[in-house]
């Protein structure tokens, strides 16, 4: 019978303290479990996408919520019949997930939370909304919400840049941001009410709680996720996709049939074995 592994992500703006000897409770009791995947711990908060038996993951939960402040940690959860993981990482960071912004504390403030089944909703509905996508766009081109704007990132640090690009009628407009998971959201949704949005939301718990609580609706493609699945559907179940050999681009079966895919030589976006400049993927949900 094969193993299933039980796939958790989560995250959550707490002041942290102690975070050595955090990190080394949480290192050990995942590789006495066989847990992996990669927990940041940071004095801002805690970031976390770990893959395991069931038991094993929940023996984690139990130690975090230990822990003041992560009580109510509630993970969003997939399957796989595969670790997607390779190795088991715990490090300690200034910020849980890079932006760079000084005076943005998504502990203290957030843009206000729009629900997945209220954003179907109001889509269903045709409710005059602009849809902005956080994520990066190596992330972005294996799908994302149908007429989203993409602000063509390629770090998460690019993004105050790519609002100022935006255009100043959106100000007054209902905007519904989204990322992955929603970690970004929590801080680019004070930026831009900082900016002078009067009408922003964030998408609570991005498109990985999106799909387990709608499906697909409104949305094209795939989900681009942190981890060896490449990509899921909006069942949560891993897709065809994988990344280039070369240039580490995300590929969709599509992708794969085009003539200038060559295993382990080259990709549409790096012909001839040229790495492009995409950064590697950020461990952001």
Same mark, same amino acid.
């Given at each position: ?126 409710? /005059?909304? *602009? $849809?902005? #996508?956080? +994520? !990066? ?11 989203? %704007? =993409? ?98 681009? /995300?590929? *969709? $079966?599509? #992708?794969? +049939? !085009? ?11 790096? %012909? =001839? ?13």
């Amino acid at each position: 019978m094969t193993e299933e592994f039980l796939n958790i992500s989560l995250y959550k703006f707490n002041p942290m303290q102690d975070l050595p000897s955090l990190r080394e409770r949480v290192l050990a009791l995942s590789l006495e479990r066989g847990l992996k995947g990669t927990v940041l711990l940071s004095p801002e908060g805690i970031n976390i996408f770990v893959a395991g038996p069931r038991r094993a993951v929940e023996e984690l939960l139990t130690l975090l919520r230990s822990i003041p402040g992560l009580e109510d940690l509630k993970p969003k959860e997939s399957f796989s019949d595969r670790q997607p993981f390779k190795r088991m990482l715990v490090k300690i960071k200034k910020e849980i997930i890079a932006f760079g912004v000084e005076g943005i504390e998504p502990a203290r403030h957030t843009a206000p939370k729009l629900s997945a089944k209220t954003l179907k909703q109001w889509l269903d509905e045709g409710k /005059p909304i *602009t $849809l902005l #996508d956080t +994520r !990066n766009e190596y992330e972005i081109r294996t799908g994302t919400f149908k007429g989203a %704007i =993409n602000p063509k990132i390629n770090h998460f640090r690019d993004f105050p840049k790519a609002v100022a690009q935006l255009p100043e009628t959106l100000k007054e407009q209902p905007v519904v941001m989204f990322c992955t998971g929603g970690i970004r959201c929590e801080k680019a949704g004070p930026f831009m009410e900082r900016e002078g949005y009067k009408n922003i939301f964030q998408l609570d718990g991005g498109i990985l709680k999106y799909f387990e609580e709608c499906g697909g609706a409104h949305y094209e493609g795939e989900c681009f996720v942190f981890d060896r699945r490449v990509g899921v559907n909006p069942q949560l179940q891993e897709t065809d996709s994988i990344l280039c050999y070369c240039c580490q681009m /995300p590929l *969709t $079966l599509e #992708d794969q +049939r !085009n003539p200038d895919y060559v295993f382990e030589k080259s990709c549409p976006f790096c %012909i =001839n074995g040229k790495p492009t400049k995409k950064q590697t993927p950020e461990t952001a949900y």
